[in-house]
């Protein structure tokens, strides 16, 4: 069983509209989840950390959590073009160092 | 706003040479790691760096892999006798702390390790 699962997409959605992404996670004692875009050929960037149940919101971004259900996923609102890119969830345990990425969801704005 | 700094940006190398990839992790983070990522894959993690050794590895770590921190700054990855699979983009991170809470990977740019 995969550590995190993703779908892989691609998706699409027109400009304007909301995308969302899901991730799933094996492991019940994770206790950080994340939400990373990848540009092609770029290292992953930081969109949103969440930590407790329920959503968190920042800008056009939204995380949600639901650790009984084992789920995470991340709606971007009004999308843009810009926000083409591929979206990693990762997750850290409650032991150890690492954190778990997922294969990553594409995603395609479509002006 | 810190970042982690990775050098070089590409590599290029001939199978069975020994390559040494470069990187500052943000000055007040304490925890260092190295992934990977082979082209068109998954983030895979290699290793963490906590108070100068190793605190977590992965099976691709392998008796030809190690890191080192020469100095208060420079943390880095040796791969000693390069393979072909070993062609992939190196990702440095560093975070403040372990925990996880309020302390994500911030990652570097990348070098992307090309073996001939």
């Known amino acids: 069983q995969k550590e995190v699962e993703q779908n892989s997409g691609p998706l699409s959605v027109p400009e304007g509209a909301i995308a969302s992404l899901n991730c799933t996670y094996s492991?019940?004692?994770?206790?950080?989840f994340f939400w990373y875009r990848q540009y092609s050929g770029k290292s992953p960037e930081l969109i949103m950390s969440?930590?407790?149940?329920g959503d968190k919101e920042d800008g056009r971004f939204t995380a949600q959590l639901n650790k009984a259900s084992q789920y995470v996923s991340l709606l971007i609102r009004d999308s843009q073009p810009s926000d083409s890119a591929t979206y990693l969830c990762?997750?850290?345990?409650?032991?150890?160092?690492?954190?778990?990425f997922g294969t990553g969801t594409s995603l395609t704005v479509i002006p | 706003e810190p970042e982690v700094t990775q050098t070089p940006s590409h590599q290029v190398t001939q199978m069975g040479q020994e390559v040494i990839l470069r990187c500052v992790p943000i000055?007040?983070?304490?925890?260092f790691y190295w992934y990977r990522q082979i082209l068109g894959q998954k983030v895979e993690f290699l290793v963490s760096?906590?108070?100068?050794?190793?605190?977590?590895k992965s099976e691709i770590f392998d008796d030809q892999f190690s890191v080192e921190r020469p100095d208060g700054s420079n943390f880095t990855l040796k791969i000693r006798s390069t393979k072909l699979e070993d062609s992939a983009m190196y990702f440095c991170?560093?975070?403040?702390?372990?925990?996880?809470?309020?302390?994500?990977?911030?990652f570097g740019n990348g070098t992307r390790l090309t073996v001939t």
């Open positions: 991170a560093s975070s403040v702390d372990s925990t996880g809470y309020n302390s994500p990977l911030h």
């Open positions: 492991d019940r004692g994770s206790q950080s």
């Open positions: 969440i930590y407790s149940n």
């Open positions: 990762a997750v850290k345990k409650n032991t150890g160092n690492q954190f778990y």
């Open positions: 000055s007040n983070h304490l925890y």
């Open positions: 760096f906590y108070n100068n050794e190793i605190s977590e």
